[in-house]
């Protein structure tokens, strides 16, 4: 399809946008054949990255992952790529060992558009509904959680994909712009589809889908509407589940809100990097 690149990968992690992104692509996947691309969710596409970065030769995974990706455009959601919520936070770091993981997908990333959904940290650590994670997190000392970067993890990206494109965005970001966030990612597929406001669906609440539901039976909703909408009903964590939860008190959850957009800056600036 004109306009995108052969394979798009959603790398994830596991924000509310990450995972909302996955469920469009599973839901649309047949509709989307019909228009020509091929969309692959995190069920299927996670073990076929997995695959692509193994121990055997270059040319054979390189051989196995194009004939799973057929036809072309693609674009393949492995939010579990960076491995399941628990398994952060070891060693002081938000994905340990990432750049293991990085560096074996230049062969089938050359060429490729990742895409990257990041949230401040608590919004991160609760959208997985990880209790290990949790409780890891519960332990970890303020001032080690502040300094987990977003930022550290994209560089490594433009330096280890020299070959790749990136877009970062976020669940907020998603949330108040889902048409826009999925033209960018599909292109003109996205024209026509049976449902589509169901990228906005995952990100609100029962009451905000409600109304989703009622303001789109009075025709096709303004982009402001829309905005309104998730800003009123997004699906955000609370100060209590925050402070409950993971034992974030509010002066940390600023600062960590304040090194969020600190990080966001600084990935704007980087090479290759589109920030959404």
């Known amino acids: 399809m004109s306009g995108l690149p052969d394979v798009t990968l959603v790398l994830g992690p596991q924000t509310r946008a990450a995972l909302a992104l996955n469920a469009y ?8 054949a ?40 693609a674009v393949l959601s492995a ?30 990333a050359k060429g490729a558009r990742i895409v990257l959904a990041i949230d401040p940290l608590p919004a991160f650590f609760l959208a997985a509904s990880s209790d290990p994670l949790e409780e890891r997190v519960r332990r970890t000392p303020w001032e080690v959680l502040y300094e987990l970067s977003w930022f550290d993890l994209l560089h490594e990206f433009v330096h280890l994909l020299p070959d790749t494109e990136l877009i970062v965005t976020s669940t907020d970001a998603v949330g108040k712009a889902p048409k826009a966030m999925l033209t960018r990612l599909l292109g003109p597929a996205v024209e026509g589809l049976p449902e589509p406001h169901n990228l906005l669906r995952h990100l609100v609440s029962e009451t905000g889908r409600a109304v989703l539901a009622r303001v789109t039976r009075r025709g096709a909703p303004e982009p402001a509407t829309l905005a309104d909408l998730y800003n009123s009903f997004a699906l955000r964590p609370t100060a209590r589940d925050v402070r409950e939860r993971l034992g974030i008190d ?26 959404f």
């Open 79 to 108: 939010v579990n790529m960076f491995g399941p919520p628990q398994a952060g936070l070891a060693r002081g770091e938000l994905f340990p060992d990432a750049e293991v993981s990085l560096a074996g997908l230049g062969p089938v």
């Open 250 to 275: 509010k002066v940390t959850e600023v600062l960590l809100r304040q090194r969020f957009d600190e990080d966001m800056a600084r990935i704007a600036e980087l090479d290759r990097v589109e920030v």
């Open 25 to 32: 692509l599973r839901d649309n996947a047949r509709h989307l």
């Open 34 to 73: 019909e228009r020509g691309v091929t969309a692959i969710p995190s069920r299927v596409a996670s073990p076929v990255l997995r695959r692509a970065i193994d121990d055997r030769s270059e040319k054979e995974r390189l051989a196995e992952f194009d004939a799973k990706t057929r036809p072309r455009p």
